[in-house]
């Protein structure tokens, strides 16, 4: 079987022929750039997508038990650093997450030569195309770029809402009332505001105008609604004005802009309170638990599946470093750390690393009282109003040395002691 007689060809990108078809079945509907003009839309897409992009993603390696972080892989510096195209880590982590949330996901082409790690470069979703397999049990497919057909395992993909594996769900295809009821708001908002708050309606005579009269009713009262100078119509005996619209006040437009701005949040798992002022750190912690959190979980899935090696997926493992979220906020974060030090997982030096600050040899950890140190690497106590030592591994054994030395040996000063004890006893006896 040929590979075209395998794969069913798709040959324009899936975003672009669904454009078409909704342009060609629904003339007004609902798209991604009518989904930005929705203050609280383009609100949660951008702060969830500027916050992504400040935080990095570490590289870890399992080993004997323990887990290091990895600081000089290649494949860092691309992530986070310098992608050796031409957006910078953020930039490129900004526009991965964009279109993870408003499209059917972000793509990046994977640059290596074996297993040499080269460079990343983001592409639109607008240029990736798809070839798929008829196979609805063994799914395969082919990614199409301007032509050129890839494997998928040469691109970074992270998609939302997908069943393919390949290719995800529109958010604006999701919500399209929604959006739209918000969208259709705004233009009402706008058509309001620049007819300066006027009623629209009709005219009503009690006889018949001729022609004339009716021609320049007509262009008074489009001079009155098409500027926005103070205009005045005086109407003949006989002739009304019928209300035949409601004012923003009548059709409760605030209130309504306000509940579709709440529903429109949700859809991100934003509190409406961080776009509007005035949120709480509980309200901090909802947005970092239920908008940050899944989109960071997303990336680190898709920089397991496509930036590692396959020998390298039973020991290496990418995570978001998450710490950078509590930066900001110096007083949780140094109690955090006082937490830490108190309880003894973390040392001291290690906290100052945390801070990019240098170590100054405090290699020590706290065992819970305040004046007993443990040497971790040779299980030696040391409490230091005593100037005693002990040993971890033999319990109820105190020395003057640390463990590992020699502990038959006297303190100094031991044999003068000794000495002089045994002349006060020879003096005694004589």
Not at 43 to 68: F, H, Q
Not at 180 to 206: C, D, F, H, W
Not at 311 to 333: G, Q
Request: aromatic share 8%.
């Amino acid at each position: 079987m040929g590979v075209f007689d395998f794969f069913r060809q798709r040959a324009e990108p899936i975003s672009l022929r669904d454009a078409l078809v909704d342009g060609l079945l629904e003339p007004d509907a609902m798209t991604l750039a009518k989904a930005m003009d929705v203050p609280a839309f383009a609100g949660c897409v951008n702060l969830i997508c500027n916050t992504v992009s400040l935080i990095p993603m570490a590289l870890y390696e399992r080993k004997d038990g323990t887990v290091k972080r990895v600081e000089s892989d290649k494949r860092v510096a691309l992530i986070n650093g310098d992608t050796k195209d031409t957006l910078t880590g953020a930039d490129f982590k900004k526009a991965m997450v964009y279109d993870y949330l408003t499209g059917k996901g972000g793509y990046a082409f994977i640059n290596k030569r074996g297993s040499r790690w080269r460079s990343i470069h983001y592409v639109e979703t607008s240029q990736v195309g798809f070839m798929e397999s008829q196979d609805p049990i063994f799914k395969d497919y082919k990614i199409l770029v301007y032509g050129r057909m890839y494997e998928g395992y040469q691109f970074l993909k992270m998609i939302r809402r997908t069943k393919n594996g390949y290719s995800g769900t529109e958010i604006v295809n999701e919500n399209r009332e929604l959006l739209a009821t918000a969208y259709n708001s705004i233009l009402l908002e706008n058509k309001m505001v620049k007819k300066g708050g006027r009623k629209g309606g009709y005219l009503q005579s009690e006889r018949k105008l001729s022609q004339d009269a009716v021609d320049r009713l007509r262009e008074a009262f489009n001079r009155l609604y098409a500027t926005d100078k103070e205009n005045a119509i005086v109407l003949n005996d006989g002739v009304k004005f019928q209300q035949a619209s409601n004012t923003a006040v009548e059709l409760q437009l605030s209130e309504n802009k306000k509940q579709n701005n709440a529903d429109i949040c949700k859809l991100f798992g934003v509190q409406p309170a961080i776009l509007n002022g005035g949120a709480t750190r509980e309200d901090w912690m909802a947005f970092v638990q239920y908008a940050i959190v899944p989109v960071l979980q997303a990336l680190a899935d898709a920089l397991n599946r496509d930036l590692l090696l396959e020998a390298e997926k039973d020991r290496l493992f990418w995570a978001p470093d998450i710490k950078e979220l509590t930066k900001a906020d110096i007083k949780t974060r140094y109690a955090a750390y006082e937490t830490a030090y108190k309880t003894g997982w973390l040392q001291l030096d290690e906290i100052r690393a945390e801070e990019n600050l240098p170590a100054i040899g405090m290699k020590y950890i706290k065992l819970g009282l305040q004046d007993v140190l443990l040497d971790p690497e040779t299980g030696s106590i040391y409490t230091p109003n005593t100037g005693m030592w002990g040993d971890l591994n033999d319990a109820g054994k105190m020395t003057g040395k640390p463990a590992g030395e020699d502990d038959r040996t006297e303190p100094d000063g031991g044999e003068n002691l000794e000495k002089e004890g045994e002349e006060i006893e020879d003096h005694n006896q004589g």
